[in-house]
């Protein structure tokens, strides 16, 4: 049975509201509310004058707006989604609660400089949604299922890579380099964090992290976590001039392989892939590239949407919502050295 965490909005008609119309916003969440029926973006507020431009070009429909502050006076919508930079987002959050929306809110929910502003909630009281788009990826979820019905025996060992082309990102705005928008830590290691605690299917009893500064400023991070059963993952982040993401995960009976989100992952033992592996792999990455609707973004982003929405029409909880948006930045804290100073949330099993 589906926990209540808010009246169900039952209209034919949804009316959303962006917060932040940088490049996320404008070529996924755009996009992906536009192939959804009974959905519509009524307002959009950004500072940039160029990103309203923008907006009034791409939605022309849509009312824009400097601030968010002042659209929320001006409008009345069903929910908001959050896409401004790391720094803003909790206050953004904040004000949509005191005007009773819901929020979808990318991630990071908060940086670990704010976490003595987060209010003492359960994940009904919050109405919010994180994005945390690599669990709704099927090969990621493929690897879940295998670790958890024991394709490869007794889980042992993670290794993820997660490289990101940084100059990709900041062709309209350049947030992910400055000092205050929580850098690698909170922009990949909020999603790193999330993915090994869904593959190990708990939360790890310890955390670390070291950091390296290559050509920005600890734009290397590697993250060490342990987990119940002597379970340890290895997490390698970084802002680089190219993407690449992989993952390998180890059990007493074989590994599963997972060389390029894109492609598919493959049960190998001794580490080895076979010839059909690979032909398989590149059969995707080709089928995804010809269609690049299909690609891991793109399709996570409307899973995730899909989501939310689906919530906001029934009235079932949000998830992940507050509670794990919580937890996982107290990890992010625990691995930068700072203390844990997040309340704890208030159970009312909607987190069950």
């Known amino acids: 049975m589906k926990t209540r965490s808010h009246r169900a909005i039952t209209i034919s008609t949804l009316d959303l509201a962006i917060i932040g119309y940088g490049r996320l916003a404008r070529e996924y969440y755009v996009p992906a509310l536009a192939r959804m029926n009974g959905v519509r973006i009524k307002a959009v507020a950004d500072p940039s004058p160029e990103s309203r431009y923008s907006a009034k070009k791409g939605i022309p429909l849509a009312h824009v707006y ?13 929910a908001v989604l959050i896409a401004s930079p790391p720094s803003s987002h909790l206050m953004a959050w904040l004000e949509a609660r005191k005007n009773r929306v819901p929020a979808f ?37 493929e690897v879940i299922r295998a670790c958890r019905n024991g394709t490869i025996g007794v889980l ?16 309209i705005t350049k947030h992910r380099l400055s000092p205050d928008e929580g850098g690698v830590l909170h ?8 993915l090994m605690c869904q593959i190990a299917n708990c939360a790890p009893g310890r955390i670390s992290g070291s950091f390296t500064s290559r050509r920005w400023n600890s734009d290397s991070v590697q993250l060490e976590l342990e987990f119940a059963g002597g ?84 009235g079932s909880c949000f998830k992940p919502g507050y509670a794990e948006a919580c937890e996982n930045l107290r990890l992010l804290a ?13 159970s009312d099993g909607a987190h069950d």
Request: aromatic residues 10%; charged residues 20%.
């Open 187 to 194: 922009d990949l290691g909020s999603q790193a964090v999330d």
């Open 156 to 171: 042992r060992h993670i290794q993820f890579t997660f490289h990101t082309d940084v100059a990709r990102w900041s062709t």
């Open 66 to 78: 400097q601030n968010y502050q002042e659209m929320f006076s001006q409008e009345s919508f069903n």
């Open 105 to 141: 809110v990318e991630k990071p929910f908060a940086l670990t400089s704010q976490m003595q502003d987060l209010p003492h909630l359960s994940d009904a009281d919050a109405a919010l949604m994180v994005n945390f788009n690599r669990r709704f990826w099927s090969p990621y979820q």
């Open 231 to 314: 379970i340890q993952a290895h997490c390698d982040l970084s802002y680089d001039d190219q993407n690449r993401e992989a993952l390998i995960v180890t059990g007493s009976a074989g590994s599963l392989l997972l060389r390029e989100p894109n492609m598919t992952p493959h049960v190998a033992k001794n580490g080895r892939l076979s010839v059909t592996a690979y032909l398989e792999d590149y059969a995707w990455l080709g089928y995804r590239g010809l269609f690049p609707g299909h690609r891991m973004l793109r399709q996570t982003i409307m899973h995730s949407l899909s989501t939310f929405i689906e919530s906001l029409r029934t």
């Open 334 to 346: 625990r691995a930068a050295g700072v203390a844990d100073i997040i309340p704890i949330t208030a």
